[in-house]
Every structure is written in structure tokens, then in C-alpha cells.
């Protein structure tokens, strides 16, 4: 049991409290001052088990704060990580759109209409401006027939190759970093 104090007994600039300790002082922390307190204090056998119960229940709340905590970081991790693809689907969705554009500019300068002139000065911005979204051109002439690039339309046998080889490319292919938009119609020649 704790001593209780006479109120008598205590001097005058100290103020009494329950626990015999000096009350706080303007400039002294509360928080550890009550810590101390509770520390300095004996606790009767059934207060004690209800502290017990008491302290059960604030750690199941803490771990109940700390998994609801960790739910909310992994939904705005969630949220941001949609919200990016969907950005991504979006480009995408246009870059396709565009990709008959990209036909018949590359149709006129095969051509010859766009050699020069102010329709060549157009069709190499909205080249730049496509490249700068992620658009590329799949490299199809000279390199190893790959069909998850390219799409084979006509094989041809050749005496000078080993591999089968892309040999002319019959309507060009874009990717968009590592997603295929479409792939590139191609002529392969195969070894005899």
C-alpha cells in the first residue's frame, strides 16, 4: 500500500499529490511525470487484474490499428499502381487509333509525295510527337524471323541465308516499350 501524506506535512512550495510526489511545474514534462507516478504507485491484487485485462485489450486495439493501417497503405499502393495502367491503357488505345495514320504516311513517302513540302514537315512531328508517347517501329528487314514480332505472309526459299531472315516488310509493325501494338506483315526467306 502507499503511504498517503498529510497535507500538513507538506511545505508550502510544494503542492501535495496522491502519490507523494511534487505536482508539476510549469516547465517539467507531464507525460513522464506521470509516468513516474503510476511507476512509484502499489496497485491492489484486483486493480492489478484489471490492468491486465486493460492492457490485453490496448494491445489487440494497437494490433488492430497496425493491420488496418497496413490494409490502407496496400490500397493506395493498389490505387496508384491502376491508376498508372490506366494511363498506360490510354496511350496505348490512341497509339492504335493513330497506327493507320502511321500507314499512310509511311505509304506517301514510299511514293515519293513526301520529299518535301509542308505535309513532310507534318508528318515528321507527329512522328517525333508519337516517339516521345513509346512509339517504335518493330526492326524487320535483315533480322531473324521472330513471330512475336513479325507475321509471316510469304515465305521464299533462298540459297544465301542459314536462318529464316525477314526479307522485305510489307506493312510495318510498332511496339509501345515491351507490348506489341501490332506486328509487322513480312516476307521471310528460308533457307533451301
Same mark, same amino acid.
Given at each position: ?31 513522464? $511525470? +506521470? @509516468? ?6 502499489? %496497485?491492489?491484487?484486483?486493480?492489478? &487484474? #484489471?490492468?491486465?485485462? /486493460? ?13 488496418? $493501417? +497496413? @490494409? ?6 493498389? %490505387?496508384?499502381?491502376?491508376?498508372? &495502367? #490506366?494511363?498506360?491503357m /490510354? ?44 512509339l ?48 509487322a ?8
Amino acid at each position: 500500500m502507499s503511504e498517503s501524506v498529510n497535507p500538513e506535512e507538506v511545505p508550502e512550495n510544494e503542492p501535495a499529490n496522491p502519490a507523494g510526489e511534487p505536482a508539476q511545474t510549469p516547465d517539467g514534462d507531464a507525460l513522464s $511525470q +506521470a @509516468e513516474e507516478i503510476l511507476n512509484g504507485v502499489e %496497485v491492489p491484487a484486483e486493480d492489478s &487484474v #484489471a490492468q491486465g485485462a /486493460a492492457a490485453d485489450e490496448a494491445a489487440e486495439l494497437k494490433n488492430d490499428l497496425l493491420r488496418l $493501417q +497496413a @490494409e490502407y497503405v496496400n490500397y493506395r499502393k493498389r %490505387v496508384e499502381r491502376d491508376r498508372a &495502367v #490506366a494511363g498506360q491503357m /490510354a496511350v496505348i488505345g490512341v497509339l492504335n487509333a493513330i497506327l493507320p495514320v502511321m500507314d499512310d504516311i509511311d505509304a506517301a513517302r514510299a511514293h515519293g509525295d513526301l520529299e518535301d513540302g509542308p505535309f513532310a514537315a507534318i508528318a515528321t512531328k507527329l512522328e517525333t510527337t508519337l516517339t516521345t508517347y513509346g512509339l517504335e517501329r518493330i526492326d524487320a528487314i535483315g533480322v531473324p524471323f521472330d513471330p512475336t514480332v513479325h507475321e509471316a505472309l510469304i515465305q521464299q526459299p533462298a540459297a544465301d541465308i542459314e536462318v529464316d531472315t525477314v526479307s522485305q516488310v510489307l506493312r510495318n509493325g510498332y511496339k509501345s516499350g515491351e507490348r506489341i501494338l501490332r506486328a509487322a506483315q513480312v516476307i521471310v526467306a528460308v533457307p533451301e
